[in-house]
């Protein structure tokens, strides 16, 4: 089955610190990639819709100098947190779809971001 | 923003019964899609449904959909504890290809042995 792979798991760091989250297909290649934000005990916020080659969409209310995010191959986007703060903790998830919207999204495991 | 509704918020259920989660959406789609999620992971891709389908099985899921309702339904045959998670609905807008999923706030069910 496709496989996503998101690095890394975990991250505890200091304020004002960047922090790099890699999310990549490992076993096909994705014409889309999906970044979400997840409070604890509550659903997935959509963040910003990567395509591969071209800018990033974000979603209102999403600071894009904020989250910075790079989809630079079919397999591979990856999303930065600038200048890191308390209120950026929170549970990232990355998925990715090829083109055709009927099938399905595939997940990667997601990555604890814990500012200290 | 949040499209769908799953109901209930929470189910607790022993072995071995069945587990039924509803979801609710509010515009036109192209397919909806039910994925679980364990504590503290990513998500896994359960049963995809497209709009003209009214029924689809997989193993020990059964997944409805009534367009005209706009509603659908997930359920679990014989449980096992195993099955404890949290499932969500997932809906594809369908005006818009391309376009992300959007999510339900979930059902978090536990399954108790």
């Known amino acids: 089955g496709a496989v996503v792979s998101q690095h890394p798991s975990r991250v505890i760091c200091k304020s004002g610190t960047s922090v790099k989250i890699e999310c990549r297909s490992l076993d096909f290649q994705a014409t889309t990639m999906f970044w979400y934000r997840q409070f604890p005990k509550k659903s997935l916020m959509l963040m910003a819709t990567?395509?591969?080659?071209?800018?990033?969409?974000?979603e209102q209310g999403v600071e894009k100098d904020k989250f910075l995010i790079n989809h630079a191959s079919l397999t591979l986007s990856t999303l930065t947190v600038t200048s890191a703060h308390p209120e950026d903790s929170s549970f990232y998830i990355c998925s990715a779809r090829v083109r055709d919207r009927n099938q399905p999204q595939h997940f990667g495991d997601g990555t604890r971001l814990s500012i200290l | 923003s949040q499209q769908g509704e799953e109901d209930p918020q929470a189910l607790s259920i022993q072995e071995g019964e069945n587990a039924t989660m509803n979801c609710s959406y509010k515009t036109s789609i192209n397919n909806l899609q039910w994925y679980r999620q364990n504590s503290g992971r990513g998500l896994v891709h359960l049963i995809l449904?497209?709009?003209?389908?009214r029924e689809k099985h997989s193993g020990r899921l059964r997944v409805t959909l009534d367009t005209s309702k706009k509603s659908s339904s997930l359920l679990i045959t014989a449980s096992r504890a195993a099955d404890t998670a949290s499932y969500f609905c997932?809906?594809?807008?369908?005006?818009?290809?391309?376009?992300?999923?959007?999510f339900g706030k979930g059902t978090t069910l536990s399954v108790s042995s």
């Open positions: 997932a809906t594809a807008s369908a005006n818009q290809a391309g376009t992300a999923l959007i």
């Open positions: 449904i497209r709009s003209n389908e």
């Open positions: 990567s395509n591969e080659g071209s800018k990033a969409t974000y």
